[in-house]
Each structure stands twice: as C-alpha cells, then as structure tokens.
C-alpha cells in the first residue's frame, strides 16, 4: 500500500496495518475494503472493521451501533458457519493514546476475528476461472435446504414478505441512484426500463401474499453470491449475511436464491444458474419459487450496481478501486436491464 493511501486511513486501521500488533504470526497484513468495511488479512485470521457511515438502510454512525452490529454479524453467520466466526474484539486507546486489541484503555472501535478461508475455494475466484461445476452447487443446495427450514420465518418475518414491504426495499434503489443517472455505468433508458418493470412487477399483490401464506419469506441471508461463499475440503462455507437491516435479511426465500442465480448469469454460466434454482425448488418443495425469480433476480443485479456505484464515489477507495468499480456496476446494471426485458 502506497505511504499516501495509508495516509488517508483512520488511524484505528493505520495500527491494524502492523503485523506485530496481532497476538498470531502475521507476515503481512492486507486491506480491502467495501462501501462499509475495511478487512484486514492477517495471517491464519481476518479481522473486520465497520466504516463510520450512513446510508439510511445501514446506520455505523456511531460506536455503539458499530459495537451492536459486530455482536450481530457474529451471531448470525454462526447459522451457517460456526467455525468461521470467532469472536469480536475492541480496540482500545490508553491515555497515552497507544491502541491495543482488547488491551487498556477505552475502546474506540470493535471488530470481527474470522477464520481465514482458502483463498483457493472461493467461488467467486472459480467462477472467475470457470472452475464451478454442478457438484460445488449440489454442496450449496445441500446446506441451504435446511437452512432455510429451520430459518425463523413467524409473523414479524413474514410480514416482510408484503408486497408493500418488499417495495420499500426495491424502489429505495432508484432514489438512491438516481444522481448517479447517466454515469458511464448506469443510462437513463437503463434506469426507466428496469424501474418501469419493478413498479408493475409490485402491483401483483397477489403473488407476495401467497408467499406468505406458504411460509416462504424466512429470516435467510440476504448477500447470497459467490463472494460469500467458499469451499473448503469437507465443507462449503456460505457467510457474510446481512446483519445491518432486518428488512434485507428477512425476504422470501426466492429472493436469496435469485441472487446467486444472478451471479452465475453475470459470469455467463446460464446453465449452472438454471440447475441451481430448478434443483433448489425441487429439493425445498417449492415450484412456485419460479414465479418469482426474474423479478428477484432483477432487483438484486441492481442492488449490486448501486453498491458498485456507492464504493466507486467513496472517498477513501483508489483510483484502481474506483474503475473497477464502475466497470462492474455497468455489468449489473446491462443485466438488470436484460431481466427486465426478457
């Protein structure tokens, strides 16, 4: 990392940057960052901060709401990867104004200590190198089918699933890109077609309320996509949900599948997203899922062009970060579009 990147960094991330502060062996430590997160690769751990932003869907304005929402993180991906998430820790100024992970002082952040994942088993990186196959998604179905059964889905989850609700969370999209309209990844004719097929889409009530009825909408994942998930040697690891907004987490269960069907459409693989969801409705019982999926697998591309847009235009990333970036918010919002017209 370059002396004047680094400079701009808080000074809380500046101190994770040394690998002596770690209580492990750390050769090098690595930053990446999102819209929301700095993560910090640190020897056989990663370490996980949350940025001090607002986006009005996710609120870490505050250091009690950082503190509140790593208790969150860890406890919900324990769901599906236990052995992953290990614990959270605070960072700690004494008055001398020297940091230390859970040493003197008081704390002026709070982090996730995760397990590190083999590099070499993330599906986004085999996808990337056409390595994905039908046994990696018969792994994914496999954990996922119970999952989403011994998922929470009562009356206040459930209530998610409306029409009326599910809209909150489609149609904020578009107000929140709308000033980022005809920028060199998102067209005005791109912006009015898909936001056209979103608004009629929401008009069949009918369709949400049977999902409802059919005890579909469950407390699920919310961020389902290759970058989530990884393979190990025993096992697949689906982690990293969505902790910061209920309403994002609690969906029909189609909603999270759609997502990684979308994924595997992204990466040209039409044949891989086809057999995930026919082979999931078939296992979970579930044939109405189809009737959905379009419609999900839509709003979900272009929740991930906004977020390409969101961390393309935040201050802090590089210009390398910034292209690409756009570049991949324009291939969400080119797919998007091509949902809405097919």
């Not at 994770?16 to 960052?33: F, G, I, M, S």
């Not at 590190?116 to 990337?128: D, F, I, K, Y």
């Amino acid at each position: 990392m370059s002396a004047d990147l680094q400079g701009q960094l808080p000074e809380t991330v500046s101190f994770l940057l040394n690998p002596a502060v770690y209580p492990h062996p750390v050769a090098k430590v690595e930053l990446l960052q999102t819209h929301i997160s700095y993560v910090l690769l640190a020897g056989d751990f990663v370490y996980k901060l949350k940025k001090p932003v607002n986006f009005g869907f996710l609120d870490f304005s505050t250091l009690e709401r950082r503190r509140h929402f790593c208790a969150e993180e860890l406890r919900l991906n324990r769901r599906l990867c236990p052995e992953i998430y290990l614990e959270t820790l605070s960072l700690n100024r004494d008055g001398a104004g020297r940091f230390s992970l859970n040493g003197a002082g008081e704390p002026v952040e709070y982090l996730i200590k995760m397990v590190r994942m083999p590099e070499a088993g993330m599906m986004s990186g085999l996808l990337e190198q056409g390595r994905v196959e039908v046994k990696h998604l018969e792994q994914i179905i496999a954990k996922l089918v119970p999952f989403y059964q011994q998922a929470d889905g009562g009356p206040e989850v459930t209530a998610l699933g409306a029409a009326e609700a599910v809209a909150v969370n489609v149609l904020e999209n578009f107000e929140q890109t709308e000033g980022f309209v005809g920028c060199s990844a998102l067209s005005r004719e791109q912006f009015e077609q898909i936001s056209a097929y979103a608004r009629e889409f929401l008009q069949q009530e009918e369709l949400f309320a049977a999902r409802q009825r059919a005890g579909r909408i469950r407390e699920g994942h919310g961020d389902l996509y290759s970058a989530n998930i990884c393979f190990g040697q025993q096992q697949v690891y689906i982690f990293d949900c969505i902790e910061f907004n209920q309403r994002f987490r609690c969906c029909d269960i189609a909603s999270d599948i759609a997502f990684l069907a979308m994924d595997l459409d992204l990466h040209g693989r039409e044949d891989l997203s086809a057999y995930l969801v026919e082979e999931f409705a078939r296992r979970s019982a579930d044939p109405e899922l189809l009737t959905m999926l379009r419609f999900y697998t839509c709003y979900r591309a272009y929740v991930r062009g906004k977020i390409g847009l969101f961390t393309a235009h935040a201050p802090e990333v590089d210009a390398a970060t910034k292209e690409r970036s756009l570049a991949l918010a324009a291939r969400y919002f080119q797919l998007a579009a091509r949902y809405a017209r097919s």
